[in-house]
């Protein structure tokens, strides 16, 4: 609301009046509602001519098959009715190698091409009288004209935006290519993941319409989160990159990676926002990490964020409880004893997946109880080492734990 300027205007009353606001906060709020509203739909309304662009160039290049297929069929009928002999031919796929060259991707100049017509008419002359001859050479520069027309249309109809159809497979390696090093970049240090940021950011223009991309676009928004200490910018940074998932999931909603990112940029949203916020937000990210878990069971840090929610949960104060007794009819739930389940689920599938996770563990089982389980796990989480900043974290509660 507050990049929106309140705007003054005369009141009634004449030239001397007073002036009053024009947008009231509530006035403001759904005037910036209406333009998200719009900013949502034009990024729709580009991904779907981008669809449409590349559907016209495929198209494109089954018109120019389909005309050589025709131009082929009407040659080869039209010499059998006038060489009703059997004859030698000195290169019978002469004429389609020299004519069509543009569905292989050359680039033949016109010289060569109308060239090429002439030598194939040449080697078939030999049957002829002289006048056939000429009439023969004289078809097929035809041919050779008509072919260059079509191929010329459907190489400008490509050219104009993204080049020609064989440029697609190098796109799609580059993606893979840009995919593996941003990867790399998002386990190094803080130093590789804002290089990370910023080369993805750099290739949006490319491919923002692929799910893998975007996906890796919005975590790259998350680190950028955790690197920055300025307030506005972390929220500048978590509502970006929840925004690309947004457009994401209405095509994507079986991608477990767009879930789970739009889940953790909920949070990160959420951090400094009012109590009621940040119980809407957790039950967002709730059901976005379930719905990842159902899609990638076998993902032991989706287990360890619901580890974490049901946790969180089960701490909340009396204020909160409260708060969330008032916003929903059948409030979310959830025990120390669910948090452990999740947080063992972890160390089932990745054994030693986080120093953070097994000081959760110890937690769960020292609230519950069972010392000796806590000590063993406080001993297992003092053998892995701080590789996250959570992990840093967790080695002051280990030690805390430890003095108790």
């Known amino acids: 609301a507050q ?6 205007v005369p009141a009634e009353g004449g030239d001397g009046a007073g002036h009053t606001l024009l947008l009231g906060q509530d006035g403001q709020l759904d005037l910036l509602e209406r333009l998200d509203f719009v900013v949502r739909n034009i990024l729709e309304l580009r991904r779907e001519v981008e669809e449409l662009r590349n559907s016209l160039q495929h198209l494109a290049v089954e018109i120019v098959g389909e005309v050589r297929s025709h131009l082929e069929e009407t040659q080869r009928v039209s ?21 069509f060259t543009a569905s292989s991707g050359n680039a033949n100049t016109d010289d060569g ?31 050779c004209e008509t ?14 935006d993204e080049g020609p159809p064989s440029v697609d497979s190098s796109l799609e390696e580059g993606l893979g ?3 593996q090093q941003a990867d790399r970049l998002h386990d190094g240090d803080e130093q590789d993941r804002r290089e990370g940021f910023q080369l993805l950011l750099n290739n949006k223009l490319a491919y923002a319409g692929q799910r893998e991309f975007l996906w890796r676009l919005a975590r790259a928004h998350s680190d950028m989160w955790e690197l920055t200490e300025d307030e506005e910018e972390k929220q500048s940074y978590a509502s970006e990159g929840k925004r690309e998932l947004e457009l994401a999931l209405q095509k994507w909603d079986q991608s477990a990676e767009c879930h789970q990112w739009f889940a953790i940029l909920c949070g990160q949203q ?35 964020l619901m580890g974490r929610w049901c946790y969180q949960v089960a701490h909340l104060g009396w204020l909160e409880k409260k708060t969330v007794s008032a916003l929903f009819e059948t409030p979310p739930t959830a025990t120390v004893q669910d948090a452990l389940q ?22 769960c089982y020292g609230e519950l109880g069972n010392s000796s389980a806590a000590a063993l796990w406080l001993n297992l989480a ?3 080492p701080a590789s996250t900043k959570e992990d840093a974290e967790s080695e002051r509660e280990l030690e805390e734990m430890r003095l108790v």
């Open 270 to 304: 959420s951090e400094h926002e009012s109590i009621p916020k940040r119980i809407q937000a957790g039950c967002v990210f709730k059901e976005h990490i379930g719905r990842a878990i159902e899609l990638k069971p076998e993902d032991p840090h989706l287990y360890y």
């Open 113 to 143: 091409e109308s060239e090429g017509g002439y030598t194939t008419a040449n080697a078939e002359s030999d049957y002829d009288r002289e006048s056939e001859r000429e009439s023969e050479e004289g078809e097929d520069e035809v041919s």
């Open 3 to 8: 990049a929106v300027p309140r705007v003054p």
């Open 147 to 160: 072919v260059r027309t079509v191929r010329r249309d459907s190489l400008d109809l490509v050219t104009e």
């Open 79 to 99: 010499r059998r009715r006038r060489f009703p002999f059997p004859r030698e031919r000195s290169d019978s796929t002469g004429s389609s190698s020299i004519y």
């Open 177 to 179: 290519q840009l995919l």
């Open 382 to 384: 003092s053998e892995l």
């Open 342 to 363: 999740n947080f063992l689920r972890v160390e089932e599938l990745s054994p030693g997946f986080s120093k953070a996770g097994r000081v959760y563990i110890a937690k």
